[in-house]
């Protein structure tokens, strides 16, 4: 990844949006209408890279075990990410750090921060709260598409301002605790598609630390046991993010 010329930095962009994406839907309550976008949009992107090997092998190790039946991804996923905060593999970001309700709260408000920064809303039918798993995971990939959007628009500014802020989000959120998270999930989990999809969270996530140089971070591989903050909460489903801006999505082909 990481080509020099427009149209490999454009697919760069889109693969990596594309990475992120497929796994918030991959951790996110499986319904029918995510598991269709994976197959009819993102399949083809993901198909289209290669990573280092080990990255690679969880990669393929997840889209293999993909197309397990709907009820067992339900059953599979509930166990998980049961309505009580699993105290093996919490899903937010909070668990992870340490400090009392008021810098919980800073966190969560850092993170809505960078979300409204770039023109996001969130809706869909359930509920978690800003810093969960899912919500940064999904914000990455929208940034991934935003990045190859202004590529395509020849755009430099835009593009510096999308990549500076996923190396931010990176260095100050999802970087710290989400490769904690992923070796947790790939360790409880009972599912081999949860299992795949939480190795593939942790060698994703230190693979683009790397590849993008930040190594002065703080890691958060364990969690903290506190109460959580009670607000911040916000809607995610399949179509998680709406965004509020007139900007319009990346098309997956270059005209």
């Known amino acids: 990844m990481h080509g020099t010329t427009p149209d490999a ?11 992120y994406t497929f796994l918030s839907r991959a951790v996110a ?29 969880a990669l393929d190790e997840a889209l293999g ?5 709907q009820d067992e991804l339900l059953l599979a996923h509930g166990r998980i990410f049961t309505a009580v905060e699993s105290e093996d593999c919490p899903s ?24 409204r920064a770039h023109g996001l809303a969130v809706g869909g039918a359930n509920r978690v709260r800003p810093d ?5 995971l999904e914000f ?39 490769p ?17 999809v939480g190795a593939l969270v942790a060698k994703w996530l230190e693979l683009d630390l790397l ?7 703080e890691r958060l591989d364990t969690p903290v046991p506190h109460p959580p903050p009670d607000d911040g909460a916000c809607g995610l489903g399949g179509g998680a993010w709406s965004a509020v801006t007139s900007e319009r999505e990346p098309t997956e082909q270059r005209t």
């Open 92 to 115: 937010y970001e909070t668990a992870f750090a340490p400090g009392d309700v008021f810098r919980q709260a800073n966190t969560m408000a850092d993170v809505s921060a960078f979300y």
């Open 140 to 178: 990455m990939g929208f940034m991934g598409r935003k990045e190859a959007l202004a590529i395509q628009e020849l755009r430099p500014g835009r593009v510096s301002e999308c990549r500076k802020t996923q190396e931010t989000f990176l260095r100050d959120h999802l970087g710290r605790w989400g």
């Open 9 to 19: 930095r454009w697919l760069d962009a889109l693969a990596r949006g594309a990475v």
């Open 132 to 136: 969960h798993i899912v919500a940064e």
């Open 211 to 217: 590849a993008r140089g930040i190594d002065d971070l």
């Open 180 to 196: 904690g998270f992923g070796r947790r999930l790939a360790v409880v989990a009972e599912y081999p598609f949860y299992r795949a």
């Open 29 to 57: 309550h499986p319904t029918f209408e995510s598991r269709q976008e994976i197959e009819d949009r993102l399949i083809p992107l993901l198909s289209s890279i290669r990573l280092p090997a080990s990255c690679q092998r």
């Open 65 to 69: 075990a993909r197309m397990a039946p």
